[in-house]
């Protein structure tokens, strides 16, 4: 993984500057602290900060093909890489170096705007044909690299964080109030909208083109989809006998592990006491012949701490290099300013400043890449609320007779009295629901109503969060109930919150790949054909096909675990004892110059928890949290003034001039000689 970001003048004339492309690289220095690069033509420029995993002495970029016309800057990895490579070689591309990356300028120059099907892993690049003088930017398909953008005026800004673009000094920082409703509506950022006011993410599966040839006027972005999951047809899924189900499964996850194991470092993995780690430990271990290294968080609260479990499935395996983080309230507060810096958003989930602690140890012993489970819940059914939904649609009658979602509203009406019918109606339509997730995210919501002030109300302008989501509506509409559900998670939760404060941005922070085998195009295909009932078999067998599986490598015991969500103490981590800056941030003075929330409501409930006489249930306790991390975000990137901690730095000391002049080039091919 690394760090890309750059400039484009629309009008494809004037010269980027070279230092503010410096700038914007510093910002990423913690994506790629092993080298950097620059390129510069008219009308563009490109910066790249790299963390050096595969082909570690020759992969510097940016990059470019035979003959210096088609240059790109990389994030990711494409894990078939030698597969893709020895195909391309045959019809007579010539590579010049050992980094998996080289391949996106040749699948250009063979497919063009085709290539997309042919690009699999993770990754995120941005990509400039001079002869055509077409850009185009593209992000992997489930969302695990990140990359940003957003035009202003005349000029167009990329990078991998939204700090980059800051550091631009083209585009102002400014909050989106949509984009933070998108916290208190899911506690995830899941759509294009990000909390910048102008700053757009770029969709998983989707590409982004300028067409700098065009005549006349400013070349316009255009965003266009490549690619989306799919379900079969309710009532066309594939059932195969329980052998086949699973020897078709364990052959697609097996592939994907010893994908993921390719690279020029060692590789390391995440365990926690569920059987989605432990699984991907054991094949990893079955696939290379010993076991790998792992890190594992233990909360110190008996109800929360999987230490002990995670233990179990390390000697299970034969792991004996196990690495235990302490994650208590003090770590949590401690590291809060630096997840809330990393992530550029507020992060209600206090669990994520675990595991960038984490990722810390992990740096810290020498590895740069890890293993992790992320992605079985979305595909395979994990979550509670997958089993109340089933329980719910057995009511229904296909999709003409369906008294569940009066029952779903109902009950969602009785959690938020405030909320209209009306209005439930309105979102269910919105995503084509109810689905599995609706009565959880309601129950996020009143977190909104509990906490909002007036500018915030007046600022939304009775916009919902729901509006902003891209889902394929007219698709879902053929799915079974669940595969609808599914989608709903794999296009929201899982982007907007496992791959981002739980995944991407806690890893990278600390110059940390996570690699994510259930995230794999061919696991995701095979469970998104197979029956509903191998995903969810009755009302409690989650996840029935990867435990069965699991069998076939671990214990009775880890195999069958019952999901436990990975979660830390929310807002009394910080607020029954307050640090100063907490305290800070939740003055009445802090809380009236953000102009986010109720001084008065926010007043009462800290009491409430500093007092220890009533505590918070869960989602107003999520929620204050939110209060706390929204705060946080706006002293960090609006200018500071709530409480003592130092701002972000956007505007970085650049490296020397020298550093760009000697790589704004593509180096001729003398100077890049074949490799044998």
Request: aromatic share 10%.
């Amino acid at each position: 993984m690394c760090g890309i970001a750059g400039v484009i003048d629309l009008k494809g004339q004037r010269d980027i500057e070279g230092m503010q492309l410096e700038r914007m690289a510093q910002t990423l220095v913690h994506r790629g602290p092993d080298d950097s690069g620059y390129w510069r033509a008219p009308g563009i420029g490109f910066a790249h900060r790299r963390l050096s995993i595969v082909g570690l002495n020759d992969g510097h970029q940016p990059i470019f093909n035979e003959d210096g016309s088609v240059v790109a800057v990389c994030n990711g990895e494409f894990f078939d890489f030698p597969e893709v490579r020895a195909r391309l070689q045959e019809k007579g591309h010539i590579f010049r170096t050992h980094s998996d990356s080289e391949i996106v300028v040749h699948l250009y120059e063979e497919y063009g705007e085709g290539m997309f099907e042919h690009l699999k892993g993770q990754f995120a690049f941005a990509l400039f044909d001079q002869k055509r003088r077409l850009v185009l930017m593209a992000r992997d398909r489930v969302g695990i690299c990140p990359l940003f953008w957003a035009k202003v005026g005349d000029f167009f800004y990329f990078g991998s964080e939204i700090k980059a673009i800051l550091a631009s000094g083209g585009v102002e920082a400014a909050p989106d109030l949509r984009g933070l409703d998108h916290l208190f509506t899911f506690f995830a950022m899941g759509g294009a909208r990000t909390c910048f006011k102008g700053v757009n993410a770029l969709l998983p599966g989707h590409y982004l083109r300028i067409d700098l040839a065009r005549e006349g006027g400013l070349s316009e972005p255009e965003v266009r989809r490549y690619w989306d999951f799919d379900f079969p047809d309710w009532g066309e899924e594939e059932n195969p006998t329980h052998q086949d189900a699973v020897d078709g499964f364990e052959e697609a996850f097996a592939r994907a592990v010893n994908l993921r194991l390719r690279a020029d470092v060692p590789v390391a993995g995440y365990l926690s006491g569920g059987v989605d780690s432990a699984y991907v430990m054991a094949m990893a271990a079955k696939v290379s012949g010993k076991p790998l290294a792992s890190f594992t968080v233990q909360v110190p609260d008996p109800s929360l701490d999987e230490a002990s479990e995670a233990s179990e499935a390390a000697n299970s395996i034969g792991e004996t290099k196990q690495t235990v983080i302490r994650a208590g309230a003090d770590l949590i507060s401690e590291n809060y300013a630096g997840l809330v810096s990393a992530a550029e958003s507020p992060v209600l989930d206090t669990s994520s400043a675990a595991l960038l602690a984490l990722s810390r140890g992990v740096h810290a012993q020498g590895y740069k890449t890890v293993l992790a489970g992320e992605g079985a819940d979305e595909g395979f059914a994990g979550y509670l609320w997958f089993k109340i939904r089933k329980a719910a649609l057995n009511l229904d009658i296909g999709d003409a007779f369906r008294p569940s979602v009066a029952i779903g509203r109902f009950a969602r009406k009785i959690q938020s009295p405030e909320t209209s019918f009306s209005e439930l109606a309105r979102i269910d339509r919105m995503i084509d629901g109810p689905h599995a997730q609706s009565l959880l995210y309601n129950l996020v919501a009143t977190a909104r109503q509990r906490y909002y002030g007036d500018g915030m109300w007046q600022g939304l302008q009775g916009h919902v969060a729901y509006e902003d989501l891209n889902l394929d509506l007219e698709r879902m509409k053929r799915w079974h109930p669940l595969n609808r559900s599914l989608y709903l998670g794999y296009k929201l939760h899982l982007p907007g919150l496992l791959l981002s404060h739980k995944g991407d941005r806690v890893g990278m922070a600390n110059s940390v790949e996570l690699r994510y085998p259930f995230l794999d195009e061919g696991v995701i295909a095979y469970g998104e054909r197979i029956h509903p009932n191998w995903k969810l078999k009755g009302f409690k067998r989650d996840k029935y096909l990867i435990r069965q599986a699991a069998h076939r490598l671990l214990p009775p015991q880890v195999a069958e675990r019952p999901k436990a969500m990975f979660r830390a103490p929310l807002a009394e981590s910080f607020l029954a004892t307050p640090p100063d800056f907490v305290r800070d941030l939740l003055s009445p003075e802090s809380l009236r110059r953000s102009g986010y929330f109720d001084v008065e409501a926010v007043r009462r409930d800290c009491e409430l928890i500093a007092k220890g006489e009533e505590s918070l249930n869960q989602f107003a306790s999520l929620g204050l949290g939110g209060v706390v991390a929204t705060q946080l975000w706006h002293h960090l990137y609006m200018g500071g003034n709530l409480c003592e901690l130092p701002e972000v730095d956007l505007n970085p000391m650049p490296a020397q001039a020298a550093t760009l002049k000697r790589s704004s080039a593509a180096p001729s091919m003398a100077a890049r000689p074949a490799v044998a």
